[in-house]
């Protein structure tokens, strides 16, 4: 059982969307400005730092849910269980157990005016991530098949003492994986945000619903 009483296994999952992330360059709006913002803040605030690539993309999401309003709250059952009942003004810090296992990650949420408590399971597949989430008031999970080579460029093997331990040197195509996970986790989970955080047409995003993921095409 999960934290607040949520059963991981209920109800069948969704269709796995595809992702096709590097169909067209990488804009630099004022998307990518907020996802670039977001990817800064997770990565400087860390006790332990990105060490591999799937550190890096499970940050990355972690960084685009927090900048849409979701409040980390545990990364471990144990935690969750004793969380908060509503949303803290923000994220909790990630702990130095965050990334110990390296292929699943764990990150339970809340979000204001919502009793939800809300847990993201991200699992490491080879050269891919799928995301699970799921809240413990509906019975549908939510997942996401993300390539890891099209948002993790670059982890240095130095960690923080090397000049390309900066989240521009890290990530790629940071706009496609915000809409991506927007689109399919975080407006599925609350849908009334798809009306203030939504921006320009869904089509350039690169999802699709139904299929099989990224990695599997």
């Not at 803040?41 to 960084?63: F, K, Y």
Request: neutral net charge; contains cysteine.
């Amino acid at each position: 059982r999960r934290g607040g009483g949520h059963r991981w296994q209920r109800g069948a999952p969704k269709a796995t969307p595809t992702i096709q992330a590097h169909t067209r360059p990488a804009r630099r709006g004022s998307n990518w400005e907020m996802a670039l913002d977001a990817a800064r803040s997770a990565l400087a605030g860390l006790d332990s730092p990105v060490s591999t690539h799937a550190d890096a993309l499970a940050l990355a999401v972690h960084a685009v849910l927090d900048s849409d309003g979701l409040r980390l709250v545990a990364t471990d059952e144990a935690a969750a269980a004793s969380a908060p009942a509503t949303a803290p003004a923000r994220s909790a810090a990630l702990g130095s157990g965050w990334n110990r296992s390296q292929d699943v990650y764990t990150f339970f949420y809340r979000f204001k005016d919502s009793p939800a408590l809300v847990v993201v399971k991200s699992l490491v597949m080879e050269d891919a991530m799928l995301v699970h989430a799921a809240s413990d008031r509906a019975d549908d999970m939510h997942t996401l098949e993300l390539r890891m080579g099209d948002f993790v460029q670059c982890v240095p093997a130095e960690g923080p003492s090397s000049a390309l331990y900066k989240a521009e040197h890290i990530f790629s195509d940071l706009e496609a994986l915000m809409r991506a996970v927007r689109i399919n986790i975080t407006f599925k989970l609350f849908p009334s945000l798809s009306k203030k955080l939504l921006s320009g047409p869904q089509g350039t995003c690169g999802t699709e619903e139904g299929g099989r993921g990224a990695a599997g095409t």
